[in-house]
């Protein structure tokens, strides 16, 4: 059976490449697979984060989700702490990580920065809970943008690490889905950067919420090189910022890039910018004018995430019995 587990932190403002990376693209998996959509609340805490921001993000990325497409009554969405099973998982699952691995991530190394010493414990231990995130359901595939592929691979080896050492096969090893073009959206400041949360520049990144004006302001001043677009993809080579903008065009349009470079081809930046701008105010503007609709009746947003709640916990906490017994722990 495929089952599909995938989730975003709230964390900041929701942006663009989140919509094009990730949740754009599971509202069409839906229809094909068994989906469970999460906010990560307790990934969020690894970096210190404000309790009331912290609630009002969390009600933000489910609006967000609602917002795209995502059908509530298919489809679960829930928040993470809700569900206890995801914590013990990953303890089972952290005594039989070695060190080793965790040392490999890159992102780790890149959000504790130079003082690693007083980098907290849960942000070094986050790829484990992550890991227990899709296993404590069995996910088989789990849609994400391309800087979650380690993530994904160190899940991979852990699923194996415990079917190994229990000799079992408890846990099935969960597939990474990276699609498309703007499974990388990069920053509209820096092409060499992606598109973050926490960037401090605003003018990096579109967010869900902005409005109209907003966005068109962002492209018109995106960073760009002097020459004019390239005539083929081979002429994207050390122009990071024209290919993103291609890419992102060519993900808002669900066209190729190909076929996107083709209509731009030889033009100045500022024809593309300028359709760029019409069509994000479009497709953004839409999920973002639903979202403040949504966000406008908190108490419609928290009966969503209760139900939904419910129904991964009887999916999660059988899964966790399981694993518990097989570990030898006595359940009398
Ligand atoms: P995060 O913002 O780290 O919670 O990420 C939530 C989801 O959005 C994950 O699947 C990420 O891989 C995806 N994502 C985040 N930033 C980008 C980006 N700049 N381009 C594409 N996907 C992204
Ligand atoms: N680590 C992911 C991110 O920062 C969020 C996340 C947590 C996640 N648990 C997950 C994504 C499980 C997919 C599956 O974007």
């Not at 942006?15 to 509202?27: K, Q």
């Not at 209760?306 to 570990?327: D, S, T, V």
Request: aromatic residues 8%; contains cysteine.
């Amino acid at each position: 059976m495929n089952r599909i587990f995938s989730g975003v932190q709230p964390t900041g403002n929701l942006h663009l490449g989140n919509y094009l990376g990730a949740i754009r693209n599971w509202v069409k998996l839906q229809k094909d697979y068994e989906c469970i959509f999460c906010i990560v609340d307790l990934h969020a805490l690894t970096l210190p984060q404000d309790p009331a921001e912290l609630r009002e993000s969390t009600r933000e990325v489910a609006a967000a989700y609602l917002a795209a497409g995502i059908d509530e009554k298919r489809t679960i969405i829930f928040n993470q702490s809700m569900v206890g099973a995801h914590v013990e998982l990953a303890w089972l699952l952290s005594c039989l990580t070695p060190l080793g691995w965790l040392n490999r991530m890159t992102q780790f190394k890149e959000k504790a920065g130079k003082e690693r010493d007083l980098a907290g414990l849960g942000l070094y231990a986050y790829p484990v809970l992550m890991a227990a995130d899709i296993l404590v359901y069995k996910a088989t595939h789990v849609p994400v943008g391309e800087d979650q592929k380690q993530h994904l691979e160190l899940a991979r080896d852990i699923a194996g690490a415990f079917n190994r050492h229990y000799n079992c096969d408890c846990f099935p090893l969960p597939e990474p889905q990276i699609f498309g073009t703007a499974a990388r959206v990069m920053s509209l400041r820096d092409g060499t950067r992606k598109m973050s949360k926490s960037d401090v520049s605003d003018y990096s990144r579109i967010n869900l919420m902005d409005d109209a004006d907003l966005i068109a302001r962002k492209f018109r001043r995106a960073k760009t090189d002097p020459e004019r677009l390239p005539l083929s993809p081979e002429g994207f080579q050390a122009r990071p910022e024209a290919e993103n903008l291609i890419g992102i065009y060519s993900a808002l349009a669900e066209i190729s890039p190909e076929q996107a470079l083709e209509r731009f081809a030889g033009q100045n930046f500022s024809v593309l910018k300028e359709e760029l701008s019409e069509l994000a105010i479009t497709v953004i503007g839409a999920v973002g004018a639903e979202m403040r609709r949504l966000l406008s009746d908190p108490s419609h947003i928290d009966k969503v995430l209760k139900n939904g709640a419910e129904r991964a916990a009887a999916i999660a906490f059988p899964i966790l019995r399981e694993a518990q017994e097989i570990c030898g722990l006595l359940r009398p």
